[in-house]
Each structure stands twice: as C-alpha cells, then as structure tokens.
C-alpha cells in the first residue's frame, strides 16, 4: 500500500508558483490577488480560509478577507460580490460556503463574475468543464485528478466508483474521471444516498472516490484487493485527547481499508491540502488571464 500523499504534492505546486510569481513580479505583471469573503464564525470555515489566505502569504500572492456578521443580508452579500467583481486588481474571488441559511448559495455562486470564479462553481465554468473547453476547474476535483496524475496512476478503462453527487464535488469528479484525458477514461458509477446496493457497487471498484462526509462508511469489506481509495470525506469528530477537542475522519476506516488498497489517501493531508493548491493554480491562471 503507498499513501497518496497530498500534503507534500501540494507543497511542491505551492512551491512552483511561488517562482513563477517571482518571476511575474521581475517582468513587471500583477502579483495574483485572490479575495475571500467569510460570512459568520463558523469554526471550520474559519480554518479553512485562514489556510487560504496563509498559502497566499507563502507563495507571494496579495489577499484580502472580507468578514461579515450572519446577519448579513442576502442583497448586502451580492453587493460587495458586485464590488470585487468590479475591482480590478482582484484576480479571483472565493466565497467560503456554507452561507448562513438566509442567503441563496445559487444566487451568490451566479453573481460571482465567473472570470473570478476561482472555486469552479459558476454554472459558465462547469458547463465549460462538461465540454471540455477552458475553464477552472473546481478545485477538489481538480486536486483529485492531480494526485492521480502524479503517482502515474493509470485510470483508462477502469471501474471508477464516486460516493457522493454534490455540486462541489461528486458530480463534478464522476465527470472528470470519465472524460477522454489523463487521467480520465474511467467507467464511472455515481452512488448517493439512494443508490440500492451501494456495496455491491463499490466492490467492484478499481478507484472509489468517497465524498459524503459520513465517517468510517467506507469499510474492508466493500473495498477489493488493490483497489486505489480517495478518501474526500473531511468530518470533525469530537477527540477529547486534542487541545480543540475534535479530530478529522474521513469517510474510509482507514486502518482496515489501507492494508487492502494499492494506493489511499490519509485524512488529514490527502485531498484537502489539494484542494488550495488548486485553488492558488486557478488563481495565477486569473492573474494570468489579463496578461
Ligand atoms: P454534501 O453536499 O453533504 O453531499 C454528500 C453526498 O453524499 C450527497 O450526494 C449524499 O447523497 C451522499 N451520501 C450521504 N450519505 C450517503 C450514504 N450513506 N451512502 C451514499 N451516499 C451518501 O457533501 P460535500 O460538500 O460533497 O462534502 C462531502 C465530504 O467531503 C464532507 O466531509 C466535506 O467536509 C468533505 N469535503 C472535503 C473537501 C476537501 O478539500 N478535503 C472539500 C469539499 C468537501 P444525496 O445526494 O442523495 O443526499
């Protein structure tokens, strides 16, 4: 079994557009700028745009948080999304979800100027990634697709078994994985919460993709001797013995999968670390886009 490891993949990426950013700065183009707008004090959003903006920081990009109250109104939100899109040298614009209940996630997602859409999920770049044609590609996904694409891992004509349909996610990897490119030309099966005989599928996996955020659902006995195991799922558990007293479990009881996969990916430092990796390439393409 080899661990797919993300965290140092996407330390390397990180690395290499550092350069590149120097060297954008040496020819006299923009520094990339990538804007988040955090709404509430939701713990996990916190953490998660806080490694955002800490990974612009690292790799010489400017960035700028905005914070707002959830009291926010649903019009006041599409206004200052209506601001950064207007602002020139804001390259790329992140909205870190979930939206308190009041704000419509579509209505957000739809006013984001997709050229700023570095997360991928204005309906303009996804109906540009189901063609096949430019676009940014959301950034799980994308992370996914390499980490497959580095460990060489050889996907054409291969049972692909995705656990999850979301937007962000599932929906849009099953189409990625079964698109004619490298890695892609998978025979993909997309499994949710109604799928009958979920076991059943998933056994017959070359590659499981697991994004449903249901921990330890995953289990040895649905998974086949060498099967390459992707594990999406990033759930906080409380864990008494950690100083903010929860843990990270993805959906893969790792310690009985791990022994009968070819590759898996640990949680932490699988799939997330991917996921701002891609994000920060989606970002240096923005920049880049205005060249
Ligand atoms: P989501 O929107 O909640 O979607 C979950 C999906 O799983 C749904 O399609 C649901 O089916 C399906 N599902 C739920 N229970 C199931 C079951 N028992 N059997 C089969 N399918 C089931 O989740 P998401 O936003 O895609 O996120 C999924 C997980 O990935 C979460 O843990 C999230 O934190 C994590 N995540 C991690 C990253 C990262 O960077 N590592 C990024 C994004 C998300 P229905 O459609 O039928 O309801």
Redesign the pocket.
């Known amino acids: 079994m080899q661990l797919l490891d993300g965290k140092a993949l996407s330390d390397l990426i990180k690395s290499q557009i550092k350069e590149k950013v120097s060297q954008r700065v040496i020819d006299g183009k923009k520094q990339p700028h990538l804007a988040a707008i955090l709404v509430g004090n939701d713990g996990g959003s916190e953490t998660y745009v806080g490694s955002k903006i800490r990974s612009c920081e690292e790799i010489g990009y400017k960035s700028t948080l905005l914070r707002f109250e959830d009291t926010i109104t649903e019009a006041e939100l599409l206004d200052q999304i209506k601001k950064v899109n207007a602002n020139s040298d804001i390259d790329g614009l992140i909205v870190q979800l979930p939206l308190p209940k009041h704000i419509s996630v579509e209505k957000v997602i739809e006013s984001t100027d997709p050229e700023k859409d570095v997360d991928g999920f204005h309906p303009v770049n996804i109906g540009r990634m189901v063609q096949g044609l430019p676009c940014f590609l959301p950034a799980?996904p994308n992370?996914i697709m390499k980490i497959l694409e580095h460990y060489k891992i050889d996907t054409a004509g291969k049972e692909c078994v995705v656990?999850?349909?979301?937007d962000?996610?599932?929906t849009p990897v099953s189409i990625l994985m079964s698109r004619n490119t490298n890695p892609g030309n998978a025979t993909v099966t997309l499994?949710?919460?109604?799928?009958k005989n979920?076991k059943e599928h998933v056994l017959n996996a070359d590659i499981i993709i697991s994004?449903?955020?249901?921990p330890n659902?995953v289990t040895a006995d649905m998974v086949k001797d060498g099967a390459v195991v992707i594990d999406?799922?990033?759930?906080r558990v409380p864990d008494a013995s950690k100083k903010n007293g929860f843990r990270l479990s993805g959906?893969v009881d790792f310690v009985n999968v791990s022994p009968k996969c070819s590759y898996i990916t640990p949680v932490p430092g699988g799939?997330?670390p991917m996921?701002i990796a891609s994000l920060m390439l989606n970002t240096l393409q923005a920049a880049s886009n205005k060249d």
């Open positions: 799980t992370g656990i999850g349909r979301s962000i996610v599932g499994c949710h919460s109604k799928t979920l994004a449903t955020g249901k659902s999406v799922g990033t759930t959906d799939v997330g996921t």
